[in-house]
Nanobody
Framework: QVQLVYSGGGLVEAGGSLRLSCAASASSRIILRHNDMGWYRQAPGKERELVAG???????NYAESVKGRFTISRNNANNALDLEMTNLKPEDTGVYYC?????????WGQGTQVTVHS
């Protein structure tokens, strides 16, 4: 039922920055704004992994590999979940998705591609 619109991905050199955004359809906007949400990524040949989470009780948390470089936030004005990415590294390359931290929506959407080269 949920439809997700992604933006912000692209091709960057190592050390560059990107800001990703995931916006939900109208019927899911309340869920996105008030439920615990996460950004996930999947690199070629690897399983999808959680890289950042945000919740009303847990605050924010990050995978060790991105800690200090990524910032997750809610953009309520645009009904979106954002991810600011700085000092990007080649190992950050992958398709990035947003979803609930628990009880995932059935669809992950197409995600947004991030490619970092040396």
């Amino acid at each position: 039922q949920v439809q997700l619109v992604y933006s912000g991905g692209g091709l960057v050199e190592a050390g560059g920055s990107l800001r990703l955004s995931c916006a939900a359809s109208a019927s899911s906007r309340i869920i996105l704004r008030h439920n615990d949400m996460g950004w996930y990524r999947q690199a070629p040949g690897k399983e999808r992994e959680l890289v950042a989470g945000i919740g009303s009780k847990i605050g924010v948390n990050y995978a060790e590999s991105v800690k200090g470089r990524f910032t997750i936030s809610r953009n309520n004005a645009n009904n979106a979940l954002d991810l600011e990415m700085t000092n990007l590294k080649p190992e950050d390359t992958g398709v990035y998705y947003c979803n609930l931290l628990r009880g995932w929506w059935r669809t992950w959407g197409q995600g947004t591609q991030v490619t970092v080269h040396s």
